[in-house]
């Protein structure tokens, strides 16, 4: 049981550090911690943040630059160009983002489905834990009475020894109580056996010495028979029988000896037969002496291997218990840290519940938001005279999906101060409010948009003819209009999620307003104009393109004139009444125009504008065509992720005169004040750009211009041209 638990967790670490290393490698995230988790949730709402505020910050700024482009040139770089430039920059971003969200999406769904295995693990890790715990205890007690047998085992083995011990000592006592007696036996048959030798001895000695002096008795004998025969060998056999007479009279030397010691000897022997038998019976006993003793000792040595390893099994059953002990104490943190699991997995998978519905609802609500922008711009000249200008623009740009489409809606005004430097050049107010509105009807490969866009007379549109700025000395060189609706119908045919084909159709029909301060009651009647514009699309992650085709015609307009030099020779004061009415056509415009931006290396890009306008032959007044060419280059840096700065270079021609309209009609080629505000004129440029985002919802942007406009017919203008926007993410 302790190796199945003990490779139960082998296992479980094995699949934590196997799922640990493929949410390394990409493949998921077993477990989020808290830590993750914050940081996970962090990022995404960074990056949700940088979103919307890249999006809405340049979107508004788009909405407030055509608010502020209604009445300025038809090529300019502070507003238009970089605000196009941006705008390719963006969709860049905001392909890329909505890559970024679809991958959040298909995350947070992996993460999901990973949260509910974790989930389900982490409640079998529990239930496993739970029962390994059942298991731990039932084994520690087990383990206990074992402990509890060992020891009452060890008790009665250590008793059996130490009786078995004193058993043994018993036995070697009696073997060394008895030993001295089977000594003294033993001296007393040695002694016994060295009197019997020493008898032996003299009794050899007696019989050898009893043979010898027999031998020479014969000897003796058969020389004195052989001597009584005279040595005649024919008296052999006489001499044989007085040699044998004279042996058999002899006296038998050898049964002396015998007679002398064998009494001796006999009692010799009895007397070391009794020694050598009581020594026996005593070295007999000995033996069962010494048998009982090795017998004992023999006992007594297994019952102390029998006591020893019962003494092992105590401490094995011991150790045993300790370790179940450590078992039941793991088990108890296992479990505990199953419950911790089982918490932050329930914990994880809400997280990451949460996570997939926020995810879903990025994508599903993928560009959503509302935005504010607030700029402060000022723009100084001289020319014939200096002036100055006061801009601050503020605009409102929110987007929201309903019932499946999403609709755009802007909102954009501001505040002018002016100052021709002219008489009467003065004029301060409110500009026009420009409200818009967009309905997507998005599809994967053909889009209709639907735009409206209505503009508010809510600025000044009565003012001197003096107050009227030429083209590109500041943003707004006019200063309110009449009522105008314009509706717009779009159309983009995706050929694959990064080209596209854009054609629009709008119709803008604007009401009639007063336009001049010197005659209260005239006024201008627009007409009506109809605009057409295609362009092609692509957004590259290096490459962004675009290039567009507009034409755009206007019908017969109506506008009231007056006795302007009359009002100029009676000294500039009071007013004059309307003389007369011209009916005038302002021809039809074509315009190309190519944009492109291209990151040249991970930090720089390089960006330009071409432009070419044509207005061909107007009519109802003395005036011909028009061209302007309009070409810019630039370059863009990336200090980093929230510092940028631009340069940007422009040249600006417009041929045969003003492509204003109404200026042209009202100055006839003829002076304002010093100033001749006719005829052709060519402008130089170079910007400056610093941009900001000391949070992600918003962005300071700060650009400075430097121009020169030089005129055909008078002698131009140079200056300067500073804006400062704030803008936010709401």
């Known amino acids: 049981m302790r190796m199945t638990r003990r490779r139960a967790r082998q296992r479980r670490a094995q699949e934590v550090c196997t799922q640990e290393v493929r949410a390394e490698e990409g493949h998921g995230v077993y477990r989020l911690t808290r830590a993750r988790r914050r940081a996970c949730r962090i990022r995404q709402a960074r990056a949700a943040l940088v979103r919307r505020g890249a999006l809405l910050l340049s979107v508004s700024g788009a909405c407030l630059m055509r608010a502020a ?36 999406l298909r995350e947070a769904r992996k993460g999901v489905q990973t949260a509910q295995e974790n989930l389900a693990a982490a409640q079998a890790g529990k239930k496993e834990a739970a029962q390994a715990l059942a298991d731990a205890r039932q084994n520690l007690a087990a383990s206990r009475e074992a402990l509890r047998e060992a020891q009452q085992a060890l008790a009665a083995a250590r008793a059996v020894a130490a009786e078995k011990s ?20 033993r001296s007393d048959a040695a002694a016994a056996a060295a009197e019997s030798a020493r008898a032996e001895g003299a009794y050899e000695a007696a019989a050898a010495a009893a043979q010898a002096a027999m031998r ?63 020594l026996s019976d005593a070295e007999a006993q000995l033996d069962d002496l010494m048998s009982a003793a090795e017998d004992a000792a023999m006992e007594a040595a297994d019952a102390q291997q029998e006591a020893a390893q019962a003494e ?6 011991a150790a045993e218990a300790a370790q179940q002990e450590k078992e039941e104490a793991a088990a108890e943190d296992d479990v505990r840290e199953a419950e911790d699991w089982a918490r932050e997995a329930a914990a994880d998978l809400v997280s990451a519940q949460v996570w997939e519905r926020e995810a879903a609802e990025q994508v599903a609500h993928f560009g959503e938001g509302e935005g504010v922008q607030a700029g402060f711009e000022y723009y100084s000249w001289r020319g014939r005279r200096a002036g100055h200008q006061l801009y601050l623009p503020l605009s409102y740009f929110a987007s929201r999906r309903q019932d ?34 967009t309905l997507h009807g998005d599809h994967p490969r053909d889009s209709v948009r639907y735009h409206f866009t209505l503009n508010v007379p809510t600025g000044e549109s009565r003012v001197y003819q003096s107050a009227v700025l030429p083209e590109g000395v500041a943003a707004m060189t006019s200063f309110g209009a009449g009522w105008e609706y314009i509706p717009a119908v779009e159309w983009l045919h995706h050929f694959t999620e990064r080209d596209s084909l854009d054609a629009t159709l709008s119709c803008a029909w604007r009401a009639a307003y007063d336009y001049a301060r010197e005659s209260p009651s005239a006024a201008v009647h627009p007409g009506t104009q109809l605009a057409e514009d295609v362009s092609y699309q692509h957004i590259g992650e290096r490459q962004q393109t675009r290039i567009g085709l507009r034409h755009s015609s ?10 302007y030099d009359g009002w100029l020779q009676g000294g500039m004061e009071g007013t004059v009444p309307v003389s007369g009415e011209t009916r005038y056509r302002e021809g039809e415009t074509w315009g190309l125009r190519w944009l492109s931006n291209r990151k040249i290396t991970p930090r720089d890009e390089y960006f330009h504008c071409l432009a070419f306008d044509f207005t061909n032959a107007v009519h109802g007044y003395d005036a011909g065509k028009v061209y302007e060419q309009f070409a ?9 992720p929230q510092l940028h700065w631009q340069a940007v270079a422009s040249y600006q021609h417009v041929s045969a005169g003003s492509s204003d309209i109404e200026r042209r009609l009202l100055t006839r080629g003829e002076e304002v004040g010093d100033d001749l505000m006719n005829g052709g004129w060519s402008r130089f440029g170079l910007l400056a750009r610093f941009t900001w985002q000391p949070r992600p919802e918003e962005q300071l942007t700060f650009s400075l211009e430097r121009y020169v406009r030089r005129d055909e017919a008078s002698v131009g203008y140079h200056g300067w041209g500073m804006a400062l926007w704030y803008s936010r993410s709401l």
């Open 632 to 640: 810019s280059v630039g370059v863009r840096h990336t200090v980093t």
């Open 69 to 104: 482009l209604a009445a300025a040139a038809a090529h300019e770089v502070m507003h238009e160009m970089t605000g196009e430039v941006q705008a390719l920059r963006d969709a860049r971003t905001q392909l890329a983002d909505y890559h970024a969200a679809q991958r959040n």
């Open 554 to 563: 206007t019908a017969i307009a109506r506008q009231d004139t007056f006795d």
């Open 216 to 278: 020479q008795d014969r000897e003796a004998a058969v020389a004195a028979a052989c001597e009584a025969v005279g040595y005649e060998q024919r008296r052999l056999e006489e001499a044989q029988r007085l040699a044998d007479e004279a042996l058999a009279a002899m006296p038998d030397r050898m049964e002396e000896v015998e007679s002398s010691y064998r009494g001796w000897l006999d009692a010799l022997a009895a007397s070391l037969d009794a020694s050598e038998a009581a």
């Open 312 to 317: 092992a099994e105590a401490a094995q059953a």
């Open 166 to 185: 004193q058993a043994a000592q018993s036995a070697q006592q009696a073997v060394a109580d008895y030993a001295p007696e089977v000594e003294a036996l």
């Open 404 to 437: 499946g489409h999403m609709v755009d809606f802007s909102l954009s005004a501001g505040r002018v101060a002016s100052d021709s430097g002219y008489a009467g050049g003065h004029v301060s107010g409110f500009t026009d409010t420009v409200l818009g509105i």
